[in-house]
């Protein structure tokens, strides 16, 4: 680079070169650095944390990622879009209602017009089974999330509603007094702790959870012996309690195998081999008999 220096001695020319040589330098690194910070920016990936990923479900979003299940990570395909649904029923002759008596406390029998009936076996004219607890008992692979919404246990005319109820482990089990009288809870696990807990007031609500898989845990009050229900623990959403007319049906199960189990409180476990496909739906039934 050549510079012309008029009326100026040779050293003043010199200088006057360097000073514009070096301010030249100066801005070409300038510039050199701009451009790096520029291409980092655009460039940058974002980095998203395995703690902030939260899995749904399609039919309920307010499902969070449990502890256990953030040790692995979680699919995108946990759900799918098979569909399986059935009846249970009863072959036979039709066991007679045992009716149940409640004279020992004159609150409860005030709170009924009609008879009240043990629950083990609710058994239509039909023989169509209610309270049949019905779900996947192998073949799940992956690890689920836990829903953020309790399960409901009521003690209400001195019985416990829902009779029979299904419950992933971890999930909250909210227990609610909503009799004027005493009543306490009483649970007899064979994995899971057990807890005793007397509700003497209406209104009041306690929560607990089951940590281990369990089918047909029982609930009893020692206040009224007649009292009586049973939980289901299990890892997956993929479980059903049948209603009076015998059927179930369990919604959002991935394509493949599995073995679906029908658990009846007084007549056992049946068990059938099922096969599904996405966007299928394949009936099961079950039959019991004494």
Not at 14 to 27: G, R
Not at 220 to 231: E, L, N, Q
Request: aromatic share 8%.
């Amino acid at each position: 680079m050549f510079y012309i220096c008029d009326n100026v001695t040779i050293k003043q020319c010199n200088n006057e070169a360097m000073k514009k040589l070096h301010t030249v330098q100066i801005l070409f690194v300038l510039a050199i650095l701009t451009s790096c910070s520029e291409e980092k920016k655009v460039n940058k990936p974002e980095i998203v944390s395995e703690n902030e990923i939260i899995a749904t479900t399609p039919s309920d979003s307010s499902m969070v990622v449990s502890d256990t299940a953030k040790q692995t990570p979680v699919s995108a395909n946990l759900f799918g879009t098979a569909s399986l649904s059935g009846k249970v029923k009863f072959e036979g002759d039709l066991p007679k209602p045992k009716a149940i008596n409640m004279s020992a406390d004159k609150l409860c029998m005030q709170q009924h017009k009609d008879n009240i009936f043990q629950e083990d076996a609710v058994i239509s004219t039909n023989g169509e089974m209610k309270w049949v607890f019905v779900y996947i008992k192998e073949g799940i692979k992956q690890k689920y999330p836990v829903p953020q919404e309790p399960v409901t246990l009521d003690q209400k005319g001195c019985q416990y509603h829902p009779h029979v109820f299904g419950i992933i482990a971890g999930q909250l089990l909210q227990i609610k007094n909503s009799d004027p009288l005493l009543h306490n809870v009483h649970t007899s696990p064979s994995l899971n702790q057990e807890f005793n807990k007397g509700q003497p007031k209406q209104g009041m609500i306690d929560v607990f959870t089951f940590d281990k898989p369990e089918i047909m845990l029982p609930f009893k009050c020692d206040v009224h012996p007649w009292m009586s229900a049973k939980a289901s623990i299990v890892e997956h959403p993929f479980f059903a309690v049948t209603g009076k007319d015998g059927s179930y049906t369990i919604n959002n199960l991935p394509a493949g195998k599995y073995t679906l189990a029908a658990v009846s409180e007084k007549y056992g476990e049946k068990t059938l081999q099922v096969t599904v496909t996405d966007g299928g739906t394949q009936t099961a039934n079950f039959e019991f008999s004494k």
